[in-house]
């Protein structure tokens, strides 16, 4: 296969080339090995053992790199270049917090395949995250909260109130949660992973449920043909 026009750079390509071979002939690591085929098995790999939306992050977040640098090799992704998504991305006028994520994504996706394609570390921690100040604890007063409530034309919609606001439930727990997650005897809601879903970090337990959320949940389930808790609207399409 041809690795340059031009001679003398692929003779020093050829040569790198035979050099990795032989070295992993003799159980030691390559000096660089081909981007594509790294990131492929990267993201074979993010496939199986990462929720779907960080799945979906961490391949948006190479497929930037690509975008900006066509990398060919490893080596070809420095952290250097990695400062320099932060400032296009800036540029692109991503909020900080979006910024952090894609770098943190980039960052981690280099250490796994570093250590994966036994390839030598680099100096990831270099690249900074920007400090993103930390906001004002932002809540709902019971008259606010009665307000949202009462806005509340669709009775799937007053669920989701209720849910997020009285026992804290994230969206995905929300969507998630099935009548047999709920104990009227033990007055509680357990949050478990579920075939292709987990809860953020892991976080697995049971929230007890104050005396509006459980009176709402009780009138529901006696009407309940769905074993999801939460199933009309566009929040969970037919089929």
């Known amino acids: ?140 007063t019971h008259e606010e909260l009665q307000q949202l409530l009462d806005a509340c034309r669709k009775p799937h919609w007053r669920t989701i109130v209720l849910l997020g606001a009285r026992a804290g439930l994230r969206a995905g727990e929300i969507y998630h949660l099935e009548w047999k997650d709920i104990s009227f005897e033990r007055n509680q809601i357990t949050i478990g992973p579920k075939p292709g879903w987990t809860p953020k970090n892991y976080e697995c337990g049971h929230v007890p449920m104050p005396e509006d959320l459980r009176n709402h949940l009780q009138r529901l389930v006696k009407g309940a043909e769905s074993p999801y808790v939460v199933a009309e609207g566009a929040w969970r399409p037919a089929g």
């Not at 031009?6 to 790198?16: F, M, R, S, T, Y």
């Not at 070295?23 to 990267?42: E, I, L, M, T």
């Not at 400032?87 to 960052?107: H, P, Q, Y």
Request: glycine content about 4%.
């Open 1 to 140: 296969k041809a690795m340059s026009t031009n001679k003398a750079i692929a003779e020093e390509k050829l040569g790198a080339l035979t050099q990795d071979r032989a070295a992993a002939r003799y159980g030691h690591g390559a000096k660089d090995k081909p981007w594509r085929y790294c990131v492929d098995r990267y993201l074979a790999w993010s496939k199986e053992n990462r929720a779907a939306v960080t799945h979906a992050h961490n391949k948006r977040a190479l497929s930037l790199c690509e975008e900006l640098f066509h990398p060919q090799v490893m080596l070809d992704l420095t952290p250097e270049k990695v400062e320099r998504v932060k400032s296009e991305l800036r540029r692109r006028k991503l909020k900080d917090d979006s910024i952090n994520r894609n770098v943190r994504a980039i960052k981690t996706a280099m250490r796994k395949i570093e250590g994966r394609e036994d390839l030598a570390p680099r100096r990831w921690d270099l690249v900074e995250e920007i400090r993103v100040p930390r906001g004002r604890l932002v809540y709902f």
